[in-house]
């Protein structure tokens, strides 16, 4: 059974960083894509950003290109997401999840496992 842990989310001020971290269990985590979508209240879980099983290849959502990196250890069967120049619009429940095959993927519906979440909150 695979179970995924996110920690590092808190509130922020607008034009601050924040990263956040998410460790899996029970696959073997080098043969997964990882992504990390959002959801704000009221909105639809969104994309963020994903990275394939070796690491190589990375995708990002528009909304946090050239602000966001998503980097994975497989050593540590480890993703993070780093996150700069927040705004008050990236204020979400953060959740990472285990896409079902190597290769990033930008839709919810090619994930298979997701954690619990973990919530962002930036002030203005």
């Known amino acids: 059974q695979v179970q995924l842990v996110e920690s590092g989310g808190g509130v922020v001020q607008a034009g601050g960083s924040l990263r956040l971290s998410c460790t899996v269990s029970?696959?073997?985590?080098?043969?997964?894509?990882m992504g990390w979508f959002r959801q704000a209240p009221g909105k639809e879980r969104d994309f963020v950003a994903s990275i394939s099983g070796s690491g190589k290849f990375t995708y990002y959502a528009d909304s946090v290109k050239g602000r966001g990196t998503i980097s994975r250890d497989n050593a540590k069967n480890t993703v993070l997401l780093q996150l700069s120049s927040l705004k008050p619009e990236d204020t979400a429940i953060y959740y990472c999840a285990v896409g079902y095959g190597p290769n990033t993927r930008s839709s919810a519906y090619e994930y298979e496992s997701w954690g619990q979440g973990t919530q962002v909150t930036v002030s203005s």
């Open positions: 029970g696959r073997t985590f080098s043969r997964y894509a």
